[in-house]
């Protein structure tokens, strides 16, 4: 029987990322789809920056355009995504995913 992955671990944070990695989504309703993938998983607001910046993921430092956290005392990491707002118009596509301790 495998360890049980709780909310809040680097491991459940990790999951929950990787399942958006190189989906898209219409670019009016990226906001709303991004709350529906946390809708569940964490309970309370999403909170999101979209401006360009580096973050570390404890290894590596990344460029990325897109920051967004719950609040949730669970939830211990930053989803940093590199977004492509170009290749498909009207659509955002997930290019990149990391994650940023809190």
């Given at each position: 029987m495998g360890k049980k992955i709780t909310a809040g671990s680097k491991e459940y944070d990790l999951q929950i990322l990787n399942s958006i990695i190189?989906?898209?989504f219409p670019v009016e309703k990226f906001?709303?789809?991004m709350e529906r993938v946390f809708h569940g998983k964490y309970r309370g607001k999403l909170w999101?920056?979209?401006?360009?910046?580096?973050?570390?993921?404890?290894?590596?430092?990344?460029?990325?355009?897109?920051?967004?956290?719950?609040?949730?005392?669970k939830c211990s990491h930053l989803f940093c995504l590199v977004l492509d707002r170009e290749?498909?118009?009207?659509?955002?596509?997930?290019?990149?995913g990391y994650l940023e301790e809190i």
């Open positions: 190189g989906k898209g906001e709303e789809a999101w920056d979209n401006k360009p910046t580096t973050i570390r993921d404890g290894e590596t430092f990344h460029e990325v355009n897109y920051r967004c956290c719950i609040e949730d005392p290749t498909v118009p009207g659509m955002i596509i997930i290019r990149e």
